[in-house]
């Protein structure tokens, strides 16, 4: 464990907490979650909170793991945890893929650096697990091994897929030549396309850092006395950290009051559904925030194109008509109507669209859609027994964030182990989803919530209201969390 990083952590949280007259037992205690000190810092605790008794099973078999970001890497550092002589190979391309994505809306908005997030995948394999350097180009899975782009035959007896989804640039026109990525690896392409035309994203590294410098080019413009538009988009598909394209809107209305710039600038936010959220009481506070604001917003409307010469973006907004009376069943005809509009914008944040790698979806593997299809609960592959996935690529209700994984990963060895003992599978995911919601710098408001579509609070507090002690949370505690507890095995 990094105790000079979690330190440093606490020693800037303190300092914060002093600027508001308070200590950190004071946080813990307003907070309500004393019993889970962990989460406010302090190395011993968040050792004692990590720290689980280990029960290890002798089940022998080869494990694949395809994909070695968080969630394939926490699922192999658990299973060394659990299985007494572990035989694990996990195959990961890219060398910076346990990089902390969840802090690049916070590098968007000037908190943080793309350094303060970039972690070495190598860093992370745990001790005695076999770690490839290739892509998966192919699964044969009626015959139980994989090939890879460099023409290795991987064999496996259980195979684990956690390959994430890629940015779908290139479905957008005007973006074509971009292609499709992941958040990590090599967005050169993309890069090209960001910086002076005012289009920027949040969804890779580097994209974060040309959103701030963006940000702050057109914050300045609107500060000069012009008139600005800034526009934000949610796509058709759906996407990593679905609270994302809201947060930076957010942070962008920070920077904008935090200049005196705001009455200059118009934020608008064009989501493709007909609702801020999924969860009904979480829709409804989005939306007294959005007119607490002054932010606009349209439904329905989704991103197909830009033109980055004229800036312009480009929709498909789509809504209902009535049509005949049908006197069979006595209700009149809905008829689905569209159009493409033009839309200026001076700052244009665009959440791509994010589908299943090609690999994945042309496979007997993926699902219609392309995802892998599991069971929701146990996340074993509905056709292939000795598949399971897990994260962005799963195939199910919810639970593309990294608190979701956090829930799978531990459910997904559970029942691997037993799927290798020959037991039954009895540990069940719950659709568990966390989107620690930013509103300003300063204050965040926990949305939890899973498969009853209601809030799941983890904390005694009302889940609606905006707080700056879960500010602390996501800014000061949440990444240790994830690099030194999930990554071990353990949180």
């Known amino acids: 464990m990094d105790y000079k990083y979690l330190n440093n952590m606490l020693s800037e949280m303190d300092k914060d907490l002093s600027s508001k007259g308070m200590s950190r037992r004071d946080a813990m205690k307003l907070a309500g979650i004393s019993g889970a000190g962990f989460i406010f810092g302090g190395t011993s605790s968040l050792e004692a909170a990590t720290e689980e008794k280990k029960v290890s099973s002798a089940a022998k078999g080869k494990i694949l793991i395809v994909g070695g970001g968080l969630a394939g890497m926490s699922t192999a550092a658990r299973l060394t945890l659990n299985l007494k002589d572990p035989d694990i190979t996990v195959i990961e391309p890219e060398k910076l893929a346990v990089s902390y994505q969840p802090g690049q809306t916070l590098i968007g908005a000037g908190i943080w650096d793309e350094s303060d997030i970039a972690y070495n ?19 044969t899975p009626q015959k139980n091994f994989v090939t890879t782009a460099k023409g290795q035959k991987v064999e496996y007896d259980y195979l684990i897929i956690a390959t994430g989804v890629q940015l779908d640039w290139e479905s957008i026109e005007g973006l074509e030549a971009v292609g499709r990525g992941y958040s990590t690896g090599d967005n050169s392409k993309l890069l090209k396309h960001l910086g002076d035309s ?13 959103t701030w410098e963006q940000m702050q080019k057109y ?10 538009k800034f526009i934000f988009t949610h796509p058709s598909t759906p996407i990593k950290c ?5 947060k930076i809107m957010y942070l962008t209305n920070s920077r904008l009051k935090e200049a005196g710039a705001r009455e200059n600038a118009e934020l608008t936010f064009y989501p493709n559904g007909g609702a801020m959220f999924g969860v009904p009481e979480y829709h409804d506070a989005i939306i007294e925030q959005f007119k607490r604001e002054d932010f606009k917003w349209h439904y329905r409307h989704n991103l197909v194109g830009v033109e980055l010469e004229n800036k312009m973006a480009i929709f498909d907004s789509k809504w209902q008509e009535k049509g005949e009376w049908d006197p069979v069943l006595k209700e009149y005809e809905v008829i689905a109507k569209h159009e493409r509009i033009k839309v200026p914008y001076d700052f244009l944040h665009i959440s791509p669209p994010m589908v299943a790698p090609r690999e994945v979806r042309e496979s007997d593997l993926g699902s219609a859609a392309g995802y892998v299809p599991v069971n929701k609960e ?23 964030t990294g608190g979701s994984v956090r829930k799978q990963y531990k459910v997904l060895v559970d029942n691997l182990i037993a799927k290798m003992e020959g037991r039954q599978l009895k540990s069940k995911y719950e659709g ?8 300003d710098i300063g204050t965040v408001m926990l949305a939890e919530f899973d498969w009853t579509v209601k809030p799941t609070p983890s904390f005694p ?18 990444k240790p969390m994830t690099m030194y507890g999930m990554l071990s095995g353990k949180a």
Not at 219 to 228: C, E, H, N, R, W
Not at 242 to 246: D, N, Q, V
Not at 461 to 478: G, I, N, Q, S, T
Request: aromatic share 10%; charged share 20%; proline share 5%.
């Open 121 to 139: 995948r190598d860093d992370f394999v745990p001790s005695g697990v076999k770690l490839i350097e290739d892509k998966v180009i192919g699964f």
């Open 461 to 478: 507090l009302d889940p609606l209201v905006e707080r700056w002690v879960f500010w602390l949370m996501k800014v000061y505690a949440l």
């Open 378 to 400: 146990t996340l074993q592959h509905v056709q292939y027994k000795n598949i399971f996935a897990l994260g962005d690529i799963a195939a199910v209700p919810m639970g593309k």
């Open 432 to 439: 568990y989803t966390v989107c620690p919601l930013i509103t």
């Open 219 to 228: 914050v300045a413009q609107a500060k000069s006395g012009k008139k600005t």
């Open 242 to 246: 679905g609270g994302a394209p809201k």
């Open 198 to 210: 005012g289009v920027c994203s949040i969804y890779t590294a580097e994209g974060a850092t040309k």
